[in-house]
């Protein structure tokens, strides 16, 4: 789960930024780019391909480049099958990439499989920007 670096022994901790939707782009992007000039920390950037068209100039704008891309969208879904699909991949994905905690942003189907998915691998998970703001459950 963690590195040492070459300046001593403090580890450097690879952490999963989870994101999906373009509003998550655009709020975790300047996480990133925070958690870059952490010495101890390395941010690695796994988007689930919920809005992928949207979310790519984004990340580009930031110079955020590096992403792991589960492409977790087809055709015709119910976010039910999204959400299933996404916890399991991002689960795989957070041992894969030997995440130490995963961040997750708002109330997506990305951020809740994200935060399942930290849950059942024993990870950390920060939750950025949570709660209802227009008051509607099914439009939040």
């Known amino acids: 789960m963690a590195r040492t670096t070459t300046e001593g022994p403090r580890p450097v901790l690879r952490v ?4 999906g939707t373009r509003p998550e782009a655009i ?3 300047p996480v990133v780019l925070a958690l870059r000039d952490a010495a101890w920390l390395e941010p690695v950037v796994v988007s689930t391909g919920q809005h992928a068209d949207l ?4 990340l580009a704008a930031f110079g955020i480049e590096d ?3 589960l492409a977790l969208m087809r055709p015709g879904q119910e976010l039910s099958d999204l959400a299933g699909r996404a916890t ?7 041992a894969d ?8 942003q708002g ?3 990305t951020s809740l499989a994200g935060a399942l998915a930290g849950f059942y691998r024993s990870v950390p998970v920060v939750h950025v920007e949570a709660g209802l703001r227009t008051g ?3 439009a939040p």
């Open 107 to 109: 109330d997506t189907t």
């Open 88 to 94: 399991a991949a991002v689960g795989r994905a957070i």
């Open 67 to 69: 992403v792991h891309d």
């Open 136 to 138: 509607d459950r099914r």
């Open 27 to 29: 709020k975790l992007a």
């Open 16 to 19: 999963g930024v989870l994101l």
């Open 97 to 104: 990439l030997d995440l130490a905690a995963v961040i997750v």
């Open 55 to 58: 979310v790519a100039p984004v």
